[in-house]
């Protein structure tokens, strides 16, 4: 009877004990100095295998921001849209003089009156948001943000009635800002013309006809703080890409 050969040790037994970084050592010795492989397969799946996907929180503005977002609407919906009204929306009527105003002046930004509204706001701002983010970093974000909230929450208490939430005036803003990506400091952006030209002309277009004022003027807002900012921040963004 013929002889079977039995597996040698260090192969394939104690292959599945080795360490994926003592592994790769061993394996890169080894084309090194043009040792032959007869376990390279197995060796290759082995570290296939454990190499493991993670979850990467890459945009910590804007995920935080849409997660709370998502939970405030739960809320909402849980209590009847008390927080809503309380606290996540500013009223036309409201008085500066009341101190319960100021934290909603902020607030606003985070409320939404229904599902239609919170998607589509989260939609674009989850698109656009993150390239901002990489571009800007967070805190320039949460900047502009807290900036755009402000000056919408005071034209709703100046010049509307009714009441107003939603991150619209944000959305809109980084939709304006978008179109300064790749912009050279002392320029104007064609993308950025045709960008106004599209979203802003179509609100101002709206506004004019009577629909939805108090949205259309925060769009409108929200459009003002993006392009302003671009126009002074372009010069920070083409330096950092050199």
Known sequence: MRNRKKPTPGTGATLLFTPLAHLREQLAAAVSQGEALPFRGKAVRLIRMNRRLKFDYNAPFCLSFALISMAVYLAG???????????????????????????????HVLGHISTEHLFSNLVIFLLVGP????????????????LTAVLTGLLMIVFFKGSLAGASGIVFAFI??????????????????LISVIFLGGEIVRALS?????????????????GVSGFFIARRAESARR
Do not use: C
Not at 99 to 105: A, Q, V
Not at 180 to 187: M, P, R
Not at 210 to 226: C, I, P, S
């Open 131 to 146: 390239l901002l983010e990489k571009m800007y970093g967070s805190r320039m974000l949460l900047f502009l943000s807290l």
């Open 176 to 193: 304006i800002l978008s179109s300064f990506a790749n912009a050279k400091s002392g320029t104007i952006p064609i993308t950025f013309v």
């Open 210 to 226: 009577g629909e939805d004022q108090t949205a259309r003027f925060a769009h409108l807002a929200g459009g003002l703080v993006g």
């Open 77 to 107: 919906i849980l209590s009847g849209g008390w927080v809503l009204e309380r606290f996540f929306s500013i009223p036309g009527s409201a008085s500066l003089a009341d101190w319960t105003t100021w934290p909603r002046l902020f607030l």
